[in-house]
């Protein structure tokens, strides 16, 4: 149950558990554009839907995909669950849309501090109890 009346510092010292995440922002390119419907963006997204998986099967992508699907610029992001802004940068850079220049993507670090994720990342990176 939620009290109204905790104090600010009870806060901090409890409830913020500052969870270092980042955010890769996706922006198709020019190129991207003009090339939907052929073969070989066809054959991008299909690597780059296996890299999402692999990512996940490692506990480090927890969630990915676009925003307002379906617009003429269709933009997404993936939310990373990784050690160091570097190895989310990695990560961006190694993207296969990204790599073959069909997007740029860039990287910002979110602090997760409230919200039903915080168990659930939680649970994914702290080790169980002996």
């Known amino acids: 149950m939620v009290d109204k009346e905790t104090s600010l510092e009870e806060i901090l010292r409890t409830r913020q558990p500052g969870i270092r995440l980042y955010g890769v922002f996706m922006k198709p390119t020019g190129r991207m554009l003009e090339m939907r419907g052929t073969p070989e963006l066809d054959e991008a997204r299909r690597r780059a ?7 996940e099967e490692q506990n480090k992508l927890l ?6 699907e379906g617009t003429p610029r269709q933009e997404g992001m993936m939310l990373l669950n ?23 993507n860039t990287v910002r670090s979110f602090a997760l501090n409230e919200g039903l994720l915080v168990d659930a990342v939680r649970a994914m990176t702290d080790p169980p109890d002996a």
């Open 63 to 68: 969630l990915a995909g676009p925003f307002e």
């Open 49 to 55: 839907f296996v890299y999402l998986w692999q990512l």
């Open 82 to 104: 990784v050690d160091s802004i570097e190895e989310a940068q990695v990560i961006a850079t190694d993207e296969p849309m990204h790599k073959a220049g069909w997007r740029t």
